[in-house]
């Protein structure tokens, strides 16, 4: 399922993680939007587009940097 965009979602450059390692590994893309950020599967990037509206995208940023700063690991 692809995503429809609206004018005030498109999306801008697409950037890689920083954890990507280019042997293959798991990893995403993501491009931000004045609506909030979109995220793909860097593989396949004409395949299915993943939006997150900016609230949440900053609070899933604020958690997972809580996490790193605090030297935890969540369960599985």
Not at 18 to 34: D, R
């Amino acid at each position: 399922m692809n995503v429809s965009i609206s004018g005030t979602s498109t999306p801008s450059e697409w950037f890689k993680s920083s954890y990507s390692n280019g042997s293959g590994g798991e990893c995403v893309e993501c491009s931000q939007t004045t609506d909030g950020t979109l995220i793909r599967d860097s593989k396949h990037p004409e395949g299915p587009v993943l939006a997150v509206q900016a609230k949440a995208w900053s609070a899933f940023i604020e958690g997972a940097c809580s996490i790193r700063c605090a030297g935890t690991v969540a369960a599985p």
